[in-house]
T-cell receptor
Framework: KAGVTQTPRYLIKTRGQQVTLSCSPI?????VSWYQQTPGQGLQFLFE???????NKGNFPGRFSGRQFSNSRSEMNVSTLELGDSALYLC???????????FGNGTRLTVT | GENVEQHPSTLSVQEGDSAVIKCTYS??????FPWYKQELGKRPQLIID?????GEKKDQRIAVTLNKTAKHFSLHITETQPEDSAVYFC????????????FGQGTELSVKP
């Protein structure tokens, strides 16, 4: 079974731009969560989607948004990029609530 | 909100020794505690997890213990090998917040041959 797939792997943007990241969960997994990983803040929860509905949200500004499609694929959008948004963005999927999370390889976003 | 503290931040052991990483969580309602291993440049991978109705769980050289009263859980790796070198993260979640894991800051484990 294929793992969690994230595209693109690397992205370079300039301040003020916006970006969309994509995540395809493991087949059959209906829950998709997004995390931001930085050296200073570690792994921080952004949001979780289940059956196209946002189920949980972390403490990030409204510039960070996401959605989930009927096939469980998810996208994350960051608008008006700031230098501090440079990070590894990880997507994780799980079969159901309280099932283990399986992470993708992440998208490395660099904002210049 | 929920907070997870992890110690130590770095740990260096000789091959064959044991390694112990400790985490403390703040929300007594947390009931799921996974541990992830992240090698350099790779994704976090689940190595073991424990639920609040269990005090200890073991999988070969890896074990996790949970003390709900103290809100404390630990990862134990025995007979360490160089390939155990990685960053280890503990996490906690609440029953009604499935995909929302609160992670500790990570422990960089170095196993010297």
């Amino acid at each position: 079974k294929a793992g969690v797939t994230q595209t693109p792997r690397y992205l370079i943007k300039t301040r003020g731009q916006q970006v969309t990241l994509s995540c395809s969960p493991i087949s059959g997994h209906r829950s998709v969560s997004w995390y931001q990983q930085t050296p200073g803040q570690g792994l921080q929860f952004l949001f979780e989607y289940f059956s196209e509905t946002q189920r949980n949200k972390g403490n990030f500004p409204g510039r960070f948004s996401g959605r989930q499609f009927s096939n469980s694929r998810s996208e994350m959008n960051v608008s008006t990029l700031e230098l501090g948004d440079s990070a590894l963005y990880l997507c994780a999927s799980s079969l159901a609530a309280h099932s283990p999370l399986h992470f993708g390889n992440g998208t490395r976003l660099t904002v210049t | 909100g929920e907070n997870v503290e992890q110690h130590p931040s770095t740990l260096s052991v000789q091959e064959g020794d044991s390694a112990v990483i400790k985490c403390t969580y703040s929300d007594s309602a947390s009931n799921y505690f996974p541990w992830y291993k992240q090698e350099l440049g790779k994704r976090p991978q689940l190595i073991i997890d424990i639920r609040s109705n269990v005090g200890e769980k073991k999988d070969q050289r890896i074990a996790v213990t949970l003390n709900k009263t103290a809100k404390h859980f630990s990862l134990h790796i025995t007979e360490t090998q160089p390939e155990d070198s990685a960053v280890y993260f503990c996490a906690a979640s609440l029953y009604n917040q499935g995909g929302k894991l609160i992670f500790g800051q990570g422990t960089e484990l170095s196993v010297k041959p």
